[in-house]
């Protein structure tokens, strides 16, 4: 699991700012993932890329941007659209058949 | 809709005890099933995958397609079993629905 980092491990945010969560994995994985984790919700699915210039939204998508333009990085943009976006965010990549690994997460704290 | 439900926030049980974490799911379809563990300061971890049918740091679960269940069984706690566990549902590996999640705790 050591393959996917994702930085900063702790970000502040003022609000009405856009931050840029990066995530990067050398486990040659085609799809990755990004999650939000609250306490008591769990994770939930923002948004995901099956390959290379494609990416698809989760069910939480709203206020989030991502990108695909590398097969190792998936980087996430938290807009100022999102209402509540301090949270717990997690990256996970996996082959199309296997299973997910996960990143060791960023805090997002908005002031 | 995709759904995943652990019914129990919190689990205490005393080491040596039998330990069940419950899971039950509601999928249109058949759904991989799977159990993820986040110990203290660690990551995320895949535990148990319901196709693979293993048995991983001597825990299990089976899959009840009648009951829509997937609960995860220990016969024996140990301390070092104390942990977040997550149930996961998704028709591909990565794109899953978590269930809330149940803070186990292993008492000595």
């Known amino acids: 699991d050591g393959g996917i980092t994702q930085s900063p491990k702790y970000l502040f945010r003022k609000e009405g700012q856009n931050v840029t969560l990066s995530c990067e994995q050398n486990l040659n994985h085609d799809a990755m993932y990004w999650y939000r984790q609250d306490p008591g919700q769990g994770l939930r699915l923002i948004y995901y890329?099956?390959?290379?210039?494609?990416?698809q939204k989760g069910d939480i998508a709203e206020g989030y941007s991502v990108s695909r333009e590398k097969k190792e990085s998936f980087p996430l943009t938290v807009t100022s659209a999102q209402k509540n976006p301090t949270a717990f965010y997690l990256c996970?990549?996996?082959?199309?058949?296997?299973?997910?690994?996960f990143g060791p997460g960023t805090r997002l704290t908005v002031l | 809709a995709q759904r995943v439900t652990q019914p129990e926030k919190l689990l205490s049980v005393f080491k040596g005890a039998p330990v069940e974490l419950k899971c039950n799911y509601s999928y249109s379809g058949s759904p991989e099933l799977f159990w993820y563990v986040q110990y203290s300061r660690q990551r995320l971890q895949l535990l148990l995958r319901h196709i693979s049918r293993e048995s991983i740091k001597g825990f299990t679960a089976d899959l009840n397609k009648g009951e829509t269940s997937f609960h995860l069984k220990k016969p024996f706690a140990q301390e070092e079993d104390s942990a977040m566990y997550y149930c996961a549902g998704g028709t591909s590996y990565g794109k899953l629905t978590f269930g809330q999640g149940t803070i186990l705790t292993v008492h000595p």
């Open positions: 890329s099956q390959i290379v210039n494609d990416f």
């Open positions: 996970a990549s996996s082959m199309v058949q296997g299973p997910a690994f």
